[in-house]
């Protein structure tokens, strides 16, 4: 503990005893991985009222980044926030049917999170895409609807007034710009 630099806790520079229980790890474990060089950043807590594991400081995002288990997909929450959705309609799409469901469990509760797999949703992006991606910067998403309904083409999942929630098949998309240009 002699020559760290003493810092406040913000964020990411957080107590040992706190980064093990985010971490889902043993104090142990940090420890071991500080000496092998894994935690880089340590640092000591200038309140001098802090005594051991509470005084000595670790980056939390390298405690994570070292211990943490990947998760095997997006959970609900995760799957909202990337497809930038409403929490009603991202729970609606996410219990579609289009894409397979893993489990995980979380690291400080040990409660059990359905997931979505990564890959079926980079599968299910790499054959569809909303009707806000398709428009953009060939014409307005309401013309582009119309239009496809027109040519009978619908969307694989709908989600009213919403574009960004929209879903049609790339190939049927492309098909009928290539019919229309």
Known sequence: MLD???????????SLDYAFKRAGCRISDIIVGMV?????????SKDPTKIGFARLLVSLREVKAEFAPESPGLKRHEFARTLGLDR???????ESGFFEFGHSEGRVNRRAHDTV???????FFREHASLAELAR????????????TRAS??????CR??????????SDV????????
């Open 4 to 14: 760290l630099e003493e810092q406040d806790e913000h964020d990411d520079i957080v």
């Open 36 to 44: 092998n060089g894994g935690i880089a950043k340590r640092y000591l």
């Open 88 to 94: 009603a309609t991202a729970m609606a799409f996410f």
């Open 117 to 123: 797999t990564q890959e079926s949703f980079d599968a």
């Open 137 to 148: 910067g060939w014409m307005q998403p309401s013309k582009l609807r119309t239009g496809l």
């Open 153 to 158: 083409i619908l969307p694989v999942w709908a």
């Open 161 to 170: 007034e919403r574009r960004i929630a929209t879903f049609y098949r790339r």
């Open 174 to 181: 492309e098909a009928y710009r290539g019919r229309n240009c």
